[in-house]
């Protein structure tokens, strides 16, 4: 499993959410897993959807947003995961990313905020649907 790291820059009186970052290319995860870092997020990386699980299961974490990328290797992919979340972490909002086209559909009954990102995604992207996510879960 992927060592679980933290960096929190934000004011302790206004902590930012806990983001799983789940993506098999380790240079996309450590790209935007950093960018969310030095944005003052704390992050979680997996690199796949049953490591992802094992983390949201933990009870040493709580996770707020996971972005996770649709294809990946494994028994199952983004929308599994997506799946798994709504059933067993319903208030866990989650963000799909995917380079196929195809995957927008099905992306978009999963997701609260929008379909899904397009990769390549610019990372401020991802800050700003995290951020829409967090402030709608908050009206709630």
Not at 24 to 50: F, M, P, Q, S, T
Not at 108 to 133: F, H, M, N, W
Request: net charge negative.
């Amino acid at each position: 499993m992927s060592t679980l790291s933290t960096n929190i820059t934000a004011d302790a009186e206004t902590p930012l959410p806990t983001v799983l970052v789940v993506e098999a290319d380790v240079l996309v995860r450590l790209v935007i897993a950093d960018y969310l870092r030095e944005c003052g997020y704390r992050v979680h990386e997996a690199v796949n959807a049953e490591e992802a699980v094992a983390i949201l299961q933990s009870p040493e974490v709580s996770v707020d947003v996971v972005f996770s990328d649709v294809e990946m290797p494994g028994t199952m992919d983004g929308f599994g995961l997506a799946r798994w979340i709504r059933t067993n972490k319903p208030g866990t909002e989650v963000i799909l990313t995917s380079g196929a086209e195809r995957s927008a559909d099905i992306a978009a009954t999963l997701c609260e905020a929008g379909p899904l990102l397009k990769k390549p995604y610019p990372s401020q992207d991802v800050v700003d649907r995290i951020k829409q996510l967090t402030a709608k879960a908050k009206r709630s």
